[in-house]
């Protein structure tokens, strides 16, 4: 079937489709804040309740509790729906979630978090426009445009969608071995649109990720906080053996302290090292995106390695200590630094965990120190890699030649999703990742945005994308 009909529309209602947007992203559906946990619910209540006007049959599963902050939380409900259920059709899973990163105005935002704006450029911003609320609005502005042309939709859909994401995709995992065998039997195959271009000009297909390792050091010392004028030197502040243990982490040029850390590391290969000629990237489009020229390698090739084949170990801040504005002499009697290590395929989160605290116990020994230590690892998500010669990829590759008219760049890239190997070896089917947004979108920085025109064509891409999964024999 032409697809011409169906563009045509969706160019026509896009300030529909915007408006949607805006409606969703004032709801501050943060998953990290517990105070945050009704609008969570919320926002995943209003895409139940959208799905359903559609005419999808709808299930709302309680993924059950978690510890958050001390306190005892209901986590948000895993939004099951299904549309479609036509045995001669090819089922396509779709995932996405709802929950979104914090964000304060304070932060350094342009504009209003919780308020789509949009500038000159057609630039949408708001928390939660790319990641991930304009993808998982973009396939019900789909099934919509089909209904109001009167046009079937050429494929079963079945999707889930959750309110975890953000904050490790808690209690997933569990949902959906339970449901593999259950609401999911008759997949075909599985898309998700939850990452970004690897460039600002050119659509691509993305067949890896890399998985990642989050840890805290906890550093206790005395029963309270204390005046450093009249303790300084008399004690082992935790400050002072958290910011060495952290220095003992990694070094500034990216360098991994931690020993046996590249063990597992695949070998390059002639093969591999092949895929990362012509692809859409630039170190001056990257330095852009990022707001300096701050890279670590001077090469596009090198760059590109170091995001997807190599691990990360990135720092990520301290609780405990005297953050307010202004001059505190205060001593803490407990801090605890974060930081999180982004893996690549055959490294084993066990492994790395056990290492990683091997490594700082040991350093923490050299210390001296009459502080207490602990390290945790507080979650861990596995890298994933999928089959770019797939026929859902095929689809994909079809799909962005009929929307832009060129071929998409096949690229891994260096954020995690672990959802993404988990319904891969749950349901044993070929994961696609399909992006909407570009390169210099911002997700998880202020002024996170999504382009008018990456909105739009996302969502004709969407649809070629099944119309093309129909076509294939």
């Not at 009167?150 to 569990?174: A, I, Q, T, Y």
């Not at 720092?315 to 002499?329: D, Q, R, V």
Request: charged share 25%; with cysteine; aromatic share 8%.
């Amino acid at each position: 079937m032409s697809t011409t009909k169906l563009f045509e529309y969706i160019d026509k209602h896009q300030n529909d489709y915007v408006a949607q947007l805006k409606e969703i992203v004032a709801i501050p559906s943060v998953s990290a804040d517990a105070s945050y946990r009704p609008e969570v619910n919320r926002m995943g209540e209003w895409f139940k309740a959208k799905l359903e006007k559609l005419g999808a049959s709808t299930k709302r599963v309680d993924p059950g509790k978690q510890l958050l902050n001390g306190q005892p939380l209901q986590l948000p409900p895993v939004i099951l729906a299904t549309y479609g259920n036509d045995p001669a059709k090819k089922t396509i899973l779709l995932y996405g979630h709802y929950d979104v990163q914090p964000a304060l105005i304070e932060d350094g935002w342009a504009t209003d978090p919780w308020v789509l704006t949009e500038d000159d450029s057609g630039r949408l911003f708001g928390r939660g426009s790319t990641d991930d609320k304009g993808p998982v609005l973009g396939w019900l502005c789909v099934i919509a445009a089909h209904q109001a042309l009167g046009l079937e939709v050429p494929v079963n859909l079945k999707f889930c969608l959750e309110g975890m994401e953000e904050s490790g995709s808690e209690g997933l995992e569990k949902v959906i071995l339970q449901e593999a065998n259950n609401y999911f039997k008759g997949t075909d195959a599985i898309c998700i649109s939850d990452n970004y271009w690897l460039g600002k000009s050119k659509p691509c297909l993305t067949y890896g990720l890399r998985g990642v390792s989050y840890f805290r050091i906890l550093i206790k010392g005395p029963g309270a906080d204390l005046h450093s004028g009249v303790h300084g030197g008399s004690i082992h502040e935790p400050m002072t053996d958290l910011i060495h243990l952290m220095s003992r982490l990694v070094l500034p040029d990216g360098t991994i302290l931690v020993p046996g850390i590249l063990d597992d590391v695949a070998p390059l290969t002639k093969e591999e090292e092949e895929t990362y000629k012509n692809l859409d990237f630039s170190l001056s489009d990257y330095h852009d995106s990022v707001g300096a020229a701050t890279t670590i390698h001077s090469s596009e090739k090198a760059t590109l390695m170091h995001r997807w084949r190599y691990p990360a170990l990135s720092l990520h801040g301290i609780e405990g200590a005297f953050s307010s504005p202004g001059a505190k002499t205060v001593i803490p009697s407990k801090v605890q630094g974060k930081f999180s290590i982004r893996t690549v395929p055959d490294q084993d989160p066990e492994r790395i965990t056990r290492i990683v605290t091997e490594h700082i116990e040991a350093e923490f020994r050299k210390l001296g120190s009459k502080n207490a230590c602990e390290v945790e690892c507080l979650h861990h998500g596995r890298s994933w890699k999928s089959s770019p010669d797939h026929w859902n990829y095929l689809a994909g590759a079809k799909a962005v030649k009929e929307v832009y008219g060129v071929d998409p760049d096949m690229t891994r890239e260096g954020g995690s999703i672990p959802v993404t190997l988990t319904f891969q070896d749950a349901l044993q089917k070929n994961v696609l990742l399909l992006p909407m947004g570009a390169c210099d979108d911002g997700a998880h920085s202020i002024n996170e945005k999504l382009d008018r025109k990456n909105f739009i064509q996302g969502i004709k891409l969407m649809g070629a994308y099944l119309h093309q999964v129909a076509e294939i024999k």
